[in-house]
DNA sequence: CGATTGCTTGATACCTCTCAACCCAGGTGG
DNA sequence: CCACCTGGGTTGAGAGGTATCAAGCAATCG
């Protein structure tokens, strides 16, 4: 269960899951500023590689910092008492996450490939905000993508059917892959499952369903090209 | 298509469902100018009056304000190609809806009940969060209120069982009322239904299941108490 | 008073969950 | 090299819950 995430030079104590990770590569100032605003936030030893399947930061947790995605895919969710698990929303590369209106964070961030992400202080950022006009917009675009993104969930999630989750779930995979059909998945049918609010049999049978009406080609399961892009957009309309 | 919120004197368009609601009643220049930011953005004549049902902006309008409810329920919502409704969130009093990232609308919003608002001007937003701190705050505050809810909700539909949903629909509204426990309903079975995701049955249905395990009681539908609240915080969990 | 609207309740069909078996690829160890 | 194990994924059979279709009730309205 515990993901205690890496990678510690020293001791890294079992009961402080919020203290994670450490330069493990350098990354150039260029990636590290990122859109030039981020100088004066980045953490010093900001940029950490997460291994799979490690907590970046666990619920609960002070919410000093928040994260850029450089490479890999990260998972924000939250554990049910019952054991279940519910996916609030992948994070791909570019992509921000760890914002959060009070102190603690409400969710858990964990990684669901090999991870590099940079951190950023969160104290002294709306003083920041307020002297730089950039900064702001910035800042107001990245919490504007992300309000969308859970608003599409929303609407996903209200939808009742097996089918119109599995392709709204692939239909926006495939917008954000390189060509807009040939998708690589980085998470298992579990997550897929945890974020779709499905079992992983029915998104298996509804990936197969889809396969055998040749919808969608998979050659591996983690390997998806979609032949009928026509009929996932008219799904999400 | 057009959601001009603004305020005809005269003649309301029959084919213009967009067009509605004009300033009924004069409201005290602190309410308008609420928390003291607003009084720059507030666009004059900005006091809206939005009978039941009608719409105060359509989806693909342009969304050049945004508004606060000063009193009543505000539904924003997403209709389908097929017909069915998923309602994103319920606005109530002192709640700031119609934000946007692009320059449409990408919800409508309708009144669940007879609605006063206040529309504020969105140009010019950025530049003035610029260089008012407050205004900065305040509007990251409503921002992050915002984005809260939505994830809220996305969790909640994420959720299986009609009785999780139904119960933590009744929870938040319990929070939300004076005394914790006495809810007012002002919409209906079909709001409820479609913002849970499920039918106007399937919601009648629980709730009636809820009130025969005296969970709730139901004197007329659209006022309900709760009776249990441990038994409902539990559900939340 | 009949018509309408919002809501509830019943019977049945359908879809997803649950439990279970099985397949496959990769890794390990004898 | 092969037996074995493990984790991820697929598939099957049956149970259970929600959607659907339909009827009926109460309050409101013209």
Redesign the pocket.
């Known amino acids: 269960m515990s993901a205690q995430p890496a990678v510690a030079l020293e001791g890294v104590s079992a009961f402080a899951p919020a203290v994670i990770g450490r330069v493990m590569r350098q990354v150039s100032p260029e990636e590290a500023r990122g859109s030039g605003w981020a100088s004066a936030l980045l953490i010093s030893g900001g940029v950490l590689q997460i291994p799979q399947d490690a907590e970046i930061y666990g619920e609960g947790a002070d919410a000093a910092a928040f994260y850029k995605v450089v490479d890999g895919v990260v998972r924000t969710c939250k554990f049910r008492s019952d054991g279940r698990r519910q996916i609030e929303a992948f994070h791909r590369k570019g992509d921000v996450f760890g914002f959060e209106s009070g102190d603690a964070y409400r969710l858990t961030a964990e990684a669901v490939s090999d991870c590099t992400v940079i951190a950023y202080r969160r104290r002294g950022i709306e003083q920041l905000a307020a002297t730089s006009n950039t900064l702001s917009q910035q800042l107001f675009g990245y919490f504007m993508q992300e309000m969308t993104r859970a608003r599409a969930h929303a609407l996903v999630l209200g939808r ?5 989750r599995v392709g709204a779930f692939l239909h926006d995979a495939a917008q954000r892959s390189r060509d807009g059909r040939t998708i690589s ?1 980085a ?5 897929i ?1 945890d974020y779709l ?12 369903q889809l ?1 055998r009406d040749e919808v969608i080609a ?1 050659p591996v ?2 390997q998806i090209r979609v032949q009928d892009p026509a009929w996932l957009e008219d799904l999400a309309a």
Chains 1, 2 share one sequence.
């Open positions: 009742r059917s097996a089918v119109e998945l998470m298992t049918r579990q997550d499952a609010g499905l079992t992983i049999e029915t998104v298996s049978r509804t990936l197969s396969e998979m399961s983690r």
